[in-house]
């Protein structure tokens, strides 16, 4: 499986854009790169996914790397809500429902 | 929008007894769902892939005369813990397929805490 490297923690202030990077350098052409994240004591929660393009949606935005091999999730005002742990996959999609996780980045938002 | 919902939140049980945790899609069917287990401080892992109507998939390294999964219907996903054990006690979480979205994302359950005393 492709892997993804996140640093372990991250801070932010509340209130102030927050750009959470995923490397992903084996990416293959096919596989798309999916955001998920964890609230402490609760299941994850999907986030925003991406093949080649930028993403936006209600939650977040997607940076993708021209060559792919990079991404970064951007959210536009953290809020304290948003303190969490933030996991980058790798998914080949295609009926592939398979997500695996690794150790992702703990978010932490100052107020 | 669709959700997982997990019965119960939480399971205090003694050692050597089994403990039955439910997965169920609400307003969306999901032929395939997805048990994990996670430890304190741990990622996620994948335990085994339930299929409506057939045998669950199991990953390696997963016992899975301790793990039973049925998946007895287009909403519905069990998973017992048997004979569980100390070792047991972990944070299990169940997901299932978005119906919507392309690209294989997923809906999670809220887990279920299981201690074993």
């Known amino acids: 499986d492709a892997k993804t490297t996140q640093p372990n923690s991250m801070e932010s202030n509340e209130e102030e854009p927050v750009h959470l990077p995923c490397n992903h350098s084996?990416?293959?052409?096919?596989?798309?790169i999916h955001w998920y994240r964890q609230l402490p004591s609760q299941g994850p929660e999907y986030v925003i996914h991406?093949?080649?393009s930028n993403v936006n949606n209600r939650m977040a935005s997607l940076a993708i790397a021209e060559d792919r091999k990079s991404s970064t999730l951007i959210l536009h005002r953290a809020t304290l809500r948003d303190a969490a742990v933030y996991y980058c996959i790798l998914n080949p999609g295609a009926g592939s429902y398979q997500l695996t996780f690794g150790k992702g980045t703990k978010l932490s938002v100052i107020p | 929008g669709a959700v997982v919902s997990q019965h119960p939140s939480w399971v205090i049980c003694k050692s050597g007894t089994s403990v039955k945790i439910e997965c169920r899609s609400l307003d969306f069917q999901a032929t395939t769902m997805f048990w994990y287990r996670q430890f304190p401080k741990k990622s996620l892992m994948l335990m085994a892939t339930s299929n409506e109507g057939s045998k669950a998939t199991y990953e390696q390294g997963v016992e899975k005369d301790k793990f039973l999964i049925n998946h007895a219907s287009l909403t519905l996903s069990t998973l017992t813990v048997t004979s569980a054990h100390p070792e047991d006690s972990s944070f299990y979480i169940c997901?299932?397929?978005?119906?919507?979205?392309?690209?294989?994302?997923?809906?999670f359950g809220p887990g279920t805490r299981l201690t074993v005393l």
């Open positions: 084996t990416i293959s052409g096919t596989d798309y």
């Open positions: 991406g093949l080649t």
């Open positions: 997901s299932a397929p978005n119906p919507g979205l392309a690209a294989d994302t997923q809906y």
